[in-house]
Each structure stands twice: as structure tokens, then as C-alpha cells.
């Protein structure tokens, strides 16, 4: 069985129902899906429209179902951890083996930031940035569709990691030595190595991507003072990116060094130093949570403005602490692990650090409070998620000083109290941003509104089961609780683990109403349909095209005279305005190559993961040879003729005629 | 000095929390009923910063409800000022606001932090007790070094005696604590890391490994046993006749993967046991005299003295 590395039939666990049954779902809703698309005819469409395209709409639309099935994937695993707990109390040994509990804390972590967290931040940035910055695309159109397989390739490996072997046991943070060969010889850790590296390239090409993208193609007149908060915040995030992330690309390639080459970077002996692979993890791991905080608080300040009616309250001050966050995301890595040992100079460097962060964050939110001061607030879905988020993520930033204590640390680090806190800043300060965003530019994306009412029953169940299942892990902290105990001795602990498992069943509801609102509002897409494309009378220039925007976005590409750009013209009676010729566009071609270097990215991933040496060398050379195949060819542009330009508009204009708009 | 700040306040505000926690009271919160000066500070540390974080929070819960009530669509009534987006008062009081807690807190925490430094030896008439503590998987063995015992799971200690406690692991990464008594500390393996503990209070306190290591890890639980110095002497006797010896080799044994359910006593340990589980890491000649561990300040390297004693902190 050489030819197949490790992998045996072994591999398979047969004997886990749980898992066997889980990948049975996956499974056959892959293959119902496959199907579907072959019964409908629809797979030219599929590839000339989807698969191969560049366009960042369409781009920003697939990062999003991608986060969607991990946001699935990732609640079905807290799901069961959340009833693993409820009755593995006092003896009782619960349903769930201790390696799969395991697996399941591992794998939601990761799922939730590598691949629910960060595909739907990018698919945010992708749907609204070029628009809100006037440009037709990003500046790298094939590279933004790299970066999306990739990202895909290594979500289907977490993916096939249900069913063939297994996933890592080592937490998402995968700490050596416990990480390493010799405590961990499975192939558990090398898919999460290969997982992270394969998606953390996409990502740090996306960083490139968007940070090019904002500094070049900005609209004339789009100053940096000019420029959207969520362009903002989205520039601070990819230049975040493009730093941080080399950081775990090294840290991971250390610990394969370590696992394939018998290396000794983080092992116990031979000289390595299992200290220094926390450190360089939390170098990136630190500015990581920025990256996934800040888009959402861009999204946040475009939607306390807007529903609002008013322009955003110290849009200086917004910008400044955007980048002071940033810049002090360094600054705070050590109070990871305060309790390392490290002397009591340098925690309390860092701590007072950490606190600094909470400077330029209170700012901001200060000045969401007055934006809507003297407004008028519209309760819509964005605006709900905004209040829910500002309420209950200063309760998490209130902890998280609290943590930022090394003496209050010493005593609360790896309790369920640490599990509580940083839910409560990444559910509301990343996950109701996002959702924000969601509700905030779906019309933008798909030409309709999202059901209101099946909203506000998602809202409620996210932000009422939030505090039921995490209230109690806060006592459970202060009671001694670790965290990822698969059960326990102490009798006193289960009470709260049942109200934290029936919050969980909560979030359930709001999870599937989230569902329900995505069908119902399809089903009535026509009462809901956006017919000028600004349907929360926007501020932004994002909201000056046609929804969704035809493919090249501007026919005319607009000029930017105000921080609300849109309101401006809106104002000034040159918004809508045709101008007296049109003229022809340049657009990028679609191309297979993307498609074909995540799917070999893929594969290079499993056969390096189960030790398939030949076709790890195969697919090696694929990628290698397609992005020269691709780098040879001259042709990637299109022209859009004047003519076909006029057309798209003019069914637009008389779309906004219609609705009396112009 | 901070302590007596602290405890001044705490005296006020100790009242107003159990009225606060009444219901489930602090008994029931391990860490917030301390057994000694170092969950004392703790405590009170916590207490006094979630008072400090109440002022910021409280203020935002009302602005955040109440203007976003007041300033409602529907309300025509409220003021609209469309284009207002900056005020210098307004700006002075967000910024000016976090930075005079920041500052407050910082203080409280650079003075807390160096007071709480787990290497600071407790101050005491009493000679400390040394004790060298190392994470197997998934049991914590207790060594005795000056009275040669040793015992697995069970962490015995007499009260109102400064403990003198050295850790490390024999293989991955642990986190120790008992909970009542304060401050949790990493124990990896090649190297020692260190804690000084002390309760006033006699009882069983729970202990155990907060740093996820596998299989057993909710297992990993240890009983830490605060005795009065009589008793403490009785289990000292327990522990001698009924112990068996203990050296490198059948401490690699008992290191095996496993959990047990009683603890085991061990008797005549091999003086600089200790030091041979640490040196294990490091026993290829050249590496043991040069391998320095770099760790952050409290200086954790290896030092390749004839004795095996792996690790001897210099002070900072």
C-alpha cells in the first residue's frame, strides 16, 4: 500500500456512527447538489459564471456560501460539545470518547476562524469595496479568484478530514509539544498544518490583493480622508494580513519541519523550545483577532450612519483608532500566556498594552453611541445587530480587561471564564458584524431584500441565546471549570452547563430562522426586489449602482467630493446623471486557472497530510506549470462595447424612472 | 501596598458583592474565596476591576439604549442635525474617559503584577516547604525532595507554611493551579518553572492541569491537602511506611500514560529525581551545556552542573 502513503482503509472510521453519519450528510448533500446541478442543465452555467469567474461580486458571493457551511459545520460541533457537557457530570462519562470531543473543540476553532470568520469577512470586502471605492474590480482579479480556492481547497480538506482519518486533537491553537510527532503521531495535526497553510496563502494574497486594490483604485476625488469607514477599516485588516500571517506560515512550516523531518524546532529535546512556537502562534494569533474584528466594525460604521440618517460621529477619530488598534495588535501577544513564567516586567508591559487597546475601542464606540445622537434611527435588521453588538461586546471588552490583568489571568486563563470572554467579544464583535454586513449589502449583491420579520426572530435567537449559553461559563470560570473537559467530577458544574446547553439550543433557533429568512425572502424576492439599488437611502458610493451592479459596476466611474459620497451627490442633484457618451470598458477575462490551482492545492494538501509522495510531486508541479501557463498568456482583458454598455444602463434607468427616483 | 489599598476598598465593596452574588455566594466560586495572600490579592483585584469596568459599562448601556430610543424615525419630535459629526467636547470625553481608567488600571495592574510575581517568595516566619511538582500523563507527581517522599494526586502541606513549588513536565505542555489558593503556572518539560503558594486554611482544595494534554486530561486532578502541622507530619508517616521507592526508571514507569483513581505513595525517592526528569531533554553531551531556554526574563536554562539539577532560577 506504499503507493497510497499512509492512508489505509483503516483510515476510515467505521466504528464512530457519529462521524460515519455526519459524513453520510456530507456526502449525499454533495452528491444532491452535483445532481441538482446536472438535472437543471446547469453546470455550463455554473463554470463560465461561477467557477471560472473573476468577477469580485461573484467572488465576494462564494466566500460567503463557504462561510455559511462552516458556520453550520462549527455550530453542529458546539452543539455537541455544549450536550457533551450537560451530562458528563459526576461519573458519568457522557457520549462522546475524549479524542473526539477533542477533535470537536479543535475543529470548531478553527472552522469558525479560518473558515466561517475570515471566508465571510473576505466575501464582505469583496461585495462592497470596489464598489464603495468607484473601481470596476480589484486590481488583481485572477489572484482574488486564486485566493478564493484556495481557500475552498483547504475547507474541503477540513472537510474530508470527517470521514478519512481524522481532524487534530491538539486545539485550534495546536500547541507543541502537543502538536508534535511524538505526542501526536496521527495524521490529525498535519491536515490542520496543511489546512491553515493552504487557506492562510489565500489569505495573505488577498491581504496584496485588497491593500493594491484601495491604495490604486480609488474613484478621482476619493481622498484617504474621504474614503468609507469599512474601506477603512478594510485597508487596516489586509495590511494586518499581509503582516501578520507570514508569522503562523512560519510557525506551521516549523512544526512540519519538526513532524516529517524529525526536526527539533518545538520539541521537548534536541534543543527546541515549545515556548517559541506559543510566541510566534500568538504573533499572529493577536493581530488575527483584529483582522476579524475590525471589518465588522467597518460594517458598523457604515450602518450606524446610514440607518441613522446622519453622518458618522468623529469620522478623524474613527479612522485614527482604527489604525491605533492596528498598529497596537503587535504589541499585546504575551498576554496569551501570562502565566509562562515570563518576568513580572514583562507582563505588565503587555497588560498595560492590552488596556491601551481598549482606548481607541471605547472611541469608537463612543462614537457609534453619537452618530446616532440627534439621527434618525431606523430599526432595521443592520441597525438591531448594531445595538446588540454594542451592548453585549462591552460586557466581553469588560472582561477582556479584566484579563488583561495578569494577576486577575493567573487565576482565570484556560478556564470556561476565558471561553466566555472571548465569545462575548468574537460573537458580537466579529459574528453580528458580519451578520450586519450580511443583512446590510445582501440587496446589493442579489438585487432583493432579506425578509424582515424571520430577521428579527434570527436576531433574537442569536443575541438571547448568546447570554444564556455564555453567562454561565463566566460562573464556571470563577468556579474552577477548565475548558475542553470532556466531564467532570463536580456536581456544582452542571447546572450551568444545562442553561449553557440550552442557550445553545437558542442560537439553534436563531441559526435556522437564518435559514428560513434566506428562503422565504427567495420565495417572495419579487415583493422584496431593489429596484434603485439604494434601498437604506445609502451613504456610500457602493450604493450609487444598479443592484445587483452590472459587471463593470461604473459605466462612468463617479468623482468623490464628500466622506459620504453618495449622500452628496444625492444631495447636489448629480447622482443618476447619464453622461453624454458612453464608452467602451475593459474588463478581465474569466480563466479556469484559479479553479485548477485550488483543486491541485487540494490534493498536494492530502497527499503531504497521508505521505502520497508521488502525487504530492504531481501536483506540485501542476500548480507550478499553471501558473506559468497562465502567466504566458497575454489575452486576459475583454472590451465591453459602448454599445452593450448603453444597453445595461438605459434598462436601469428606466428601472429608476419607474420608481420615480430620476 | 497595593494589597492594603485593595483591602481598604474591599471592605465597602465585599458587602455590596454578596449582595451582588447572593444566590450562588462566593463559597461556591472557587477562586473567589481564597485560601491564602495570594488569592486574596486576586480577589480583590477582580473585584476592584469589574467595579472599574461597571463605570464604563454602565454608562454605555444607558447612552446606547436611550439615545437610540430617543432619536427613534418615528420620533419627529427629537432633534436632527443631519451633517453634525464632530465636537471637540464630545471627543475630549471618549478619549479623555478610557485613558483616566487606563491609567488607573495600569497602575493597578504594574503594581499587582509585580507583587503577584509567582517567583516572589511569600513572606513568613515559617521555613518554606519545597516541593517539586511534575506533570505526567495524566497524573501531577508531588516530590518531597528534603523528605525524600513523593505521592501522586495528593498534594499534602501544612498550613501558614510558605510553599516553595517547582514545576515541570515529562512531556507536554500542563498548567497547574488550585484554584482557592491562586495563580496558575505553566509546567513544560525540560524545563522548571516556579511558584510560591500558602494557605491559612486547613481542608481538601481542588486541583488540577488547566493545559489540554490528551486523553486524560479530565482526569488530571489532584487533591491539595492543607493540614495542620501535626497531621502533616502523620501523613509524612503514612507516606514513608507505606511508600515504595522511587527512581528514574520507575518514575518512567509511572509516567506512562494513564489515570489513576487513589493516589500512590512513594518512599525513598532518589535524591535529584527532579533534576534527572529535566536533564532528560538535554542528556546528548554538548546540548545540556549549551542549551540555553530562552524564556522571557525569569531565566529558565539549562545548566550542566555534575548533579543533574537541570534549571536553578536566577533571581531578577
Not at chain 1, 226 to 245: D, E, G, H, K, Q
Not at chain 1, 507 to 512: A, K, P, T, W, Y
Not at chain 2, 218 to 234: G, I, L, V
Amino acid at each position: 500500500m506504499d503507493i497510497l502513503g499512509k492512508l489505509t482503509l483503516q483510515s476510515i472510521p467505521y466504528d464512530n456512527p457519529i462521524l460515519m453519519f455526519a459524513g453520510a450528510i456530507m456526502i449525499g448533500t454533495a452528491i444532491a447538489v452535483l445532481a441538482g446541478v446536472t438535472y437543471f442543465g446547469k453546470w455550463k452555467y455554473l463554470y463560465t459564471e461561477w467557477l471560472t469567474t473573476v468577477d469580485h461580486k461573484k467572488i465576494g458571493v462564494m466566500y460567503l456560501i463557504i462561510a455559511f457551511i462552516f458556520l453550520l459545520r462549527g455550530f453542529i460541533d458546539a452543539l455537541m460539545m455544549r450536550a457533551q457537557q450537560a451530562f458528563a457530570s459526576g461519573g458519568s462519562e457522557g457520549y462522546l470518547p475524549p479524542h473526539h470531543f477533542a477533535e470537536l473543540f479543535t475543529g470548531h476553532g478553527t472552522m469558525m476562524i479560518f473558515f466561517m470568520g475570515m471566508p465571510f469577512l473576505i466575501g464582505l470586502m469583496n461585495i462592497a469595496v470596489p464598489t464603495q471605492i468607484g473601481a470596476r474590480d480589484v486590481a488583481f482579479p485572477y489572484l482574488n479568484a486564486v485566493s478564493l480556492w484556495l481557500t475552498a481547497s483547504a475547507g474541503m480538506l477540513v472537510m474530508a478530514s470527517l470521514i478519512i482519518g481524522s481532524f487534530s486533537d491538539a486545539g485550534w491553537t495546536g500547541y507543541a509539544p502537543y502538536s508534535g510527532i511524538s505526542a501526536n503521531p496521527g495524521v490529525g495535526v498535519d491536515y490542520w498544518i496543511w489546512a491553515l497553510q493552504i487557506s492562510g496563502i489565500g489569505t495573505t494574497i488577498t491581504g496584496i490583493n485588497f491593500f493594491v486594490t484601495i491604495m490604486r483604485e480609488r474613484a478621482p476625488g476619493m481622498k484617504f480622508m474621504r474614503m468609507p469607514l469599512f474601506t477603512w477599516t478594510t485597508l487596516c485588516t489586509n495590511i494586518l494580513m499581509v503582516l501578520a500571517f507570514p508569522a503562523l506560515t512560519v510557525v506551521l512550516a516549523l512544526l512540519t519541519f519538526d513532524r516529517y523531518l524529525g526536526m527539533h524546532f518545538f520539541t521537548s529535546d534536541g534543543g527546541g523550545n515549545q515556548m517559541m512556537f506559543i510566541n510566534m502562534f500568538w504573533v499572529w494569533g493577536h493581530p488575527e483577532v483584529y483582522i476579524l474584528i475590525l471589518p465588522a466594525f467597518g460594517v458598523f460604521s457604515e450602518v450606524a450612519a446610514t440607518f441613522s440618517n446622519k453622518r458618522l460621529f468623529g469620522y478623524v477619530s474613527m479612522v485614527g483608532a482604527t489604525m491605533v488598534i492596528a498598529l497596537l495588535s503587535f504589541t499585546v501577544w504575551v498576554h496569551h500566556f501570562f502565566t509562562m513564567a515570563q518576568d513580572p516586567l514583562r507582563n505588565s508591559i503587555f497588560a498595560i498594552a492590552t488596556m491601551v487597546i481598549g482606548v481607541p475601542t471605547g472611541v469608537k464606540i463612543y462614537d457609534w453611541i453619537f452618530t446616532m445622537y440627534r439621527g434618525r434611527v431606523r430599526f432595521n435588521l443592520p441597525m438591531l445587530w448594531l445595538i446588540g453588538f454594542i451592548i453585549t461586546f462591552t460586557i466581553g471588552g469588560m472582561t477582556g480587561v479584566m484579563l488583561a490583568i495578569p494577576g486577575i489571568d493567573f487565576k482565570m486563563h484556560n478556564s470556561e471564564f476565558l471561553v466566555a470572554h472571548f465569545h462575548n467579544v468574537l460573537i458580537p464583535g466579529m459574528l453580528f458584524g458580519l451578520f450586519a454586513g450580511y443583512h446590510y449589502w445582501f440587496p446589493k449583491a442579489f438585487g432583493f431584500r432579506l425578509d424582515e420579520k424571520w430577521g428579527r426572530r434570527s436576531f433574537w435567537g442569536w443575541l438571547i441565546g448568546f447570554y444564556v449559553a455564555f453567562m454561565p461559563l463566566y460562573v464556571l470560570g470563577l468556579m474552577g471549570m477548565p475548558r475542553r473537559m470532556v466531564s467532570y467530577a463536580d456536581p456544582a458544574w452542571q447546572p450551568f452547563l444545562i442553561v449553557a446547553a440550552f442557550g445553545a439550543l437558542i442560537v439553534l433557533f436563531g441559526v435556522v430562522s437564518m435559514a428560513i429568512q434566506l428562503i422565504v425572502s427567495v420565495r417572495n424576492r419579487e415583493q422584496l426586489r431593489d429596484i434603485t439599488g439604494d434601498p437604506w437611502n445609502g451613504r456610500t458610493l457602493d450604493w450609487a449602482t444598479s443592484s445587483p451592479p452590472a459587471h463593470y459596476n461604473f459605466a462612468v466611474i463617479p468623482t468623490v467630493e464628500d466622506i459620504d459620497a453618495f449622500t452628496d451627490m444625492k444631495e447636489r442633484g448629480v447622482a443618476y446623471r447619464r453622461p453624454d457618451k458612453y464608452e467602451d470598458i475593459e474588463m478581465p477575462r474569466s480563466t479556469p486557472a484559479a479553479l485548477v490551482i485550488g483543486a491541485l492545492s487540494f490534493f498536494l494538501g492530502f497527499a503531504l497530510i497521508w505521505h502520497i509522495w508521488w502525487l504530492a510531486a504531481v501536483t506540485g508541479v501542476g500548480i507550478i506549470v499553471t501558473v506559468i501557463v497562465r502567466g504566458c498568456n497575454d489575452n486576459t482583458w475583454y472590451t465591453i462595447p459602448a454599445e452593450e454598455v448603453e444597453r445595461t444602463e438605459n434598462e436601469w434607468f428606466r428601472q429608476l424612472e419607474k420608481a420615480g427616483v430620476v | 501596598m497595593l494589597r492594603n489599598n485593595l483591602g481598604r476598598f474591599g471592605g465597602l465593596i465585599s458587602l455590596a458583592l454578596v449582595l451582588m452574588l447572593s444566590g450562588c455566594g462566593l463559597d461556591s466560586l472557587s477562586t473567589m474565596s481564597p485560601v491564602g495572600p495570594v488569592g486574596d490579592v486576586e480577589r480583590d483585584l477582580t473585584i476592584f476591576t469589574l467595579l472599574a469596568m461597571l463605570f464604563v459599562l454602565i454608562p454605555i448601556l444607558v447612552l446606547t439604549l436611550g439615545i437610540a430610543w430617543r432619536y427613534r424615525a418615528s420620533n419627529t419630535n427629537s432633534t436632527y442635525t443631519p451633517k453634525w459629526g464632530h465636537s471637540w467636547i464630545v471627543e475630549m470625553f471618549v478619549w479623555g474617559g478610557p485613558i483616566v481608567i487606563l491609567v488607573i488600571l495600569s497602575v493597578v495592574a504594574w503594581i499587582s503584577t509585580h507583587d503577584l510575581d509567582p517567583y516572589k517568595a511569600i513572606k513568613s516566619d515559617a521555613k518554606p516547604v519545597h516541593i517539586q511538582a511534575v506533570a505526567t500523563q495524566w497524573k501531577w507527581i508531588f516530590i518531597y525532595p528534603e523528605q525524600g517522599v513523593a505521592s501522586v494526586n495528593e498534594f499534602a502541606f501544612p498550613v501558614n507554611v510558605p510553599l516553595d513549588i517547582s514545576l515541570t513536565s515529562d512531556n507536554v505542555m500542563n498548567s497547574f493551579m488550585i484554584q482557592r489558593m491562586g495563580t496558575q503556572i505553566f509546567a513544560m518539560s525540560g524545563m522548571q518553572t516556579k511558584l510560591h503558594l500558602l494557605s491559612r486554611e486547613t481542608g481538601d482544595l481542588e486541583g488540577g492541569n488547566y493545559q489540554y494534554t490528551g486523553h486524560g486530561f479530565s482526569k488530571m486532578r489532584f487533591t491539595a491537602k492543607a493540614m495542620t502541622e501535626d497531621n502533616y507530619k502523620q501523613w509524612l508517616q503514612k507516606v514513608r511506611s507505606q511508600g515504595t521507592p522511587l527512581d528514574f526508571s520507575k518514575f518512567k514507569q509511572l509516567a506512562k500514560p494513564s489515570e489513576i483513581k487513589k493516589p500512590i505513595y512513594y518512599s525513598q525517592v532518589t535524591s535529584g529525581l527532579f533534576g534527572d526528569i529535566i536533564d532528560q531533554f538535554h542528556n546528548s553531551g554538548v546540548a545540556a551545556s549549551t542549551h540555553e531556554m530562552p524564556g522571557m526574563g525569569h531565566d529558565m536554562k539549562s545548566d550542566s552542573s555534575d548533579s543533574g539539577h537541570a534549571t536553578e532560577t536566577a533571581a531578577h
